[in-house]
């Protein structure tokens, strides 16, 4: 393409955009639909001195699964992929080394279930506090999620 046929589809382009008018002209594409998304992240008070739990949902909106690989946060030194698995009476936690999203699904990171647990902690976090935590993907995505810490008894 000339660098005038070039700059002339570029006016076009633009002409187009503004022809709209508005600030919804061009919508986003909207990220939730199209990849990985984290949702309704949640930390929870640490009940003990240096370990806290992590709960979400992460939904994959494209057609190829992706795998959790690792979590981390500046807010503690280590952060693992946790399930919990009932034995008869006993509650076991045992750890995970990724956690598959299906493709145009989702996984949920709940109480009893899977979560992710924060140990190390570099200070203590109180409810009313933000974690900044990273979410590495098989794929090489990484999202990041700002998470609310909340009181056990707050939890949903
Ligand atoms: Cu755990």
């Known amino acids: 393409m000339s660098l005038a046929a070039r700059a002339t589809a570029t006016g076009l382009a633009l002409a187009a955009a503004s022809a709209c008018g508005g600030g919804d002209a061009v919508p986003d594409i909207d990220a939730a ?3 990985i998304s984290i949702h309704q992240a949640i930390a929870v008070e640490p009940v003990l001195d240096d370990v806290a739990a992590l709960y979400l949902t992460i939904r994959n909106g494209g057609a190829e699964e992706d795998t959790l690989l690792a ?3 500046g807010s ?3 952060a693992e992929i946790h399930d919990q698995v009932r034995d008869g009476e006993m509650v076991h936690m045992r750890s995970r080394e990724y956690v ?3 493709a145009n ?3 949920v990171f709940a109480p009893g279930g899977l979560h992710v647990m924060l140990m190390e902690l570099v200070q203590p976090f109180a409810a009313g506090d933000t974690l900044v935590v990273d979410f ?3 794929s090489g995505d990484t999202r990041t999620a700002r998470v609310p810490v909340v009181t056990y008894g707050d939890l949903p």
Do not use: Q
């Open 71 to 73: 979590v981390r946060t």
């Open 136 to 138: 590495h993907f098989a």
């Open 33 to 35: 639909a199209t990849g």
């Open 100 to 102: 598959v999203v299906p």
């Open 105 to 107: 699904g989702a996984v």
């Open 76 to 78: 503690a030194g280590r």
